[in-house]
Nanobody, 127 residues
Framework: QIQLVDSGGGSVQAGGSLRLSCAASGHTFSNYAMGWFRQAPGQEREFVAAINWSVRSTRYADSVKGRFTISGDTAKKTVYLQMNSLVPEDTAVYYC????????????????????WGQGTLVTVSS
């Protein structure tokens, strides 16, 4: 069993930056993939970014590519999402998620691959 705790959300003006953190506990993460998803008001939850815990391969949604960076700290069992050049369309509740896999190289984008979810952290970007 894995527990995920998201943090780091807040309010920021367009063009600003935020870093989200996802602290994991309860299990080792060999061959897992970790991902970030988001859900804007009135919208379905969508994929943002993912990282393969073994080889650190990454995947990004087109809408965030070049602006967001996902990374992980094995010792701290923490995944980060650095968000730069934020725009109002990035406003959403952001969720960290873990996919047991195993994933040896890939980092999945499909929500159905993820079994464990954080509670979400709200990011608000004003124009």
């Amino acid at each position: 069993q894995i527990q995920l705790v998201d943090s780091g959300g807040g309010s920021v003006q367009a063009g600003g930056s935020l870093r989200l953190s996802c602290a994991a506990s309860g299990h080792t993460f060999s061959n897992y993939a970790m991902g970030w998803f988001r859900q804007a008001p009135g919208q379905e939850r969508e994929f943002v970014a993912a990282i393969n815990w073994s080889v650190r391969s990454t995947r990004y949604a087109d809408s965030v590519k070049g602006r967001f960076t996902i990374s992980g700290d094995t010792a701290k069992k923490t995944v980060y999402l650095q968000m730069n050049s934020l725009v109002p369309e990035d406003t959403a509740v952001y969720y960290c998620a873990a996919a047991p896999g195993p994933y040896f190289r890939s980092s999945p984008s499909a929500e159905r691959e993820y079994n464990y979810w954080g509670q979400g952290t709200l990011v608000t970007v004003s124009s």
